[in-house]
T-cell receptor, first 112, second 113 residues
Framework: NAGVTQTPKFQVLKTGQSMTLQCAQD?????MSWYRQDPGMGLRLIHY???????DQGEVPNGYNVSRSTTEDFPLRLLSAAPSQTSVYFC???????????FGEGSRLTVL | KQEVTQIPAALSVPEGENLVLNCSFT??????LQWFRQDPGKGLTSLLL?????REQTSGRLNASLDKSSGRSTLYIAASQPGDSATYLC????????????FGTGTLLAVQP
C-alpha cells in the first residue's frame, strides 16, 4: 500500500517555465488537496477536490491549475513559474470529509 | 478570519521529561482539530484528531486536549524520547466540516538523550 505518492521529489525551473507536480493515491480517497509550505508561514492550501471532476480554490490559488479526472490522481500545474513559487509542495488525501489527512512526502521546487 | 498560533516555535528538553505543546485559534467555532508530526524532509503524519464535542483524545504516550471556549488545544507527550524529535503542527478546518485546513507554523521539538 503506497499511500500518497508525489513526483518529482526535487525540481529546478527557470522563471516562465511550466511544469506539473504529480500526486497519486491508492486508498480510494475522494478528498484530495495541495498545500505549499514556506518558512515562517506554515502550510497554505492551494487547491482542493472533493471527488473526480470537482475542484475548488484554496487560500493561494494564483499561478496554479488543477484538474481531477480520476479518483486516484490530482496533478498540480504551474503555468508560468515565478521565484515566489519556490516552496515545498504537499499533496494530501482523506477518506471522509473533516477526516484524518494522509500526506505525501513532498516535492521541493526551486524557481530561478 | 481564523488564525492558528503555536508557541513556542522551538523547544528543547532532556529525555524522559513530560512536555506540553500549545496551539491557539482565534475562532472557537471549529469542527475538529488535528495534530500532526513532521520529520525533516518528510511529509506530515496525523497523530490525533479531536472532534469539537470531545475534551481529549489519547494515543499511546500522546494526549491532546481541546478547550473551544478559550480557543486552545494542548498536546501532551509523556516520557519523551529522542525519537519524538520533530516538528509538531496543529490544524483546524476553514469552516464547518471540511478537509480544507488552516495550519499553525509548528513547534520544533528536540529531545536530548
Amino acid at each position: 500500500n503506497a499511500g500518497v505518492t508525489q513526483t518529482p521529489k526535487f525540481q529546478v525551473l527557470k522563471t516562465g517555465q511550466s511544469m506539473t507536480l504529480q500526486c497519486a493515491q491508492d486508498m480510494n480517497h475522494e478528498y484530495m488537496s495541495w498545500y505549499r509550505q514556506d518558512p515562517g508561514m506554515g502550510l497554505r492550501l492551494i487547491h482542493y477536490s472533493v471527488g473526480a471532476g470537482i475542484t475548488d480554490q484554496g487560500e493561494v490559488p494564483n499561478g496554479y491549475n488543477v484538474s481531477r479526472s480520476t479518483t486516484e490522481d490530482f496533478p498540480l500545474r504551474l503555468l508560468s513559474a515565478a521565484p515566489s513559487q519556490t516552496s515545498v509542495y504537499f499533496c494530501a488525501s482523506s477518506y471522509m470529509n473533516a477526516g484524518e489527512l494522509f500526506f505525501g512526502e513532498g516535492s521541493r521546487l526551486t524557481v530561478l | 478570519k481564523q488564525e492558528v498560533t503555536q508557541i513556542p516555535a522551538a523547544l528543547s528538553v532532556p529525555e524522559g521529561e513530560n512536555l506540553v505543546l500549545n496551539c491557539s485559534f482565534t475562532d472557537s467555532a471549529i469542527y475538529n482539530l488535528q495534530w500532526f508530526r513532521q520529520d525533516p524532509g518528510k511529509g506530515l503524519t496525523s497523530l490525533l484528531l479531536i472532534q469539537s464535542s470531545q475534551r481529549e483524545q489519547t494515543s499511546g504516550r500522546l494526549n491532546a486536549s481541546l478547550d473551544k471556549s478559550s480557543g486552545r488545544s494542548t498536546l501532551y507527550i509523556a516520557a519523551s524520547q529522542p525519537g519524538d524529535s520533530a516538528t509538531y503542527l496543529c490544524a483546524v478546518p476553514y469552516g464547518g466540516a471540511t478537509n480544507k485546513l488552516i495550519f499553525g507554523t509548528g513547534t520544533l521539538l528536540a529531545v536530548q538523550p
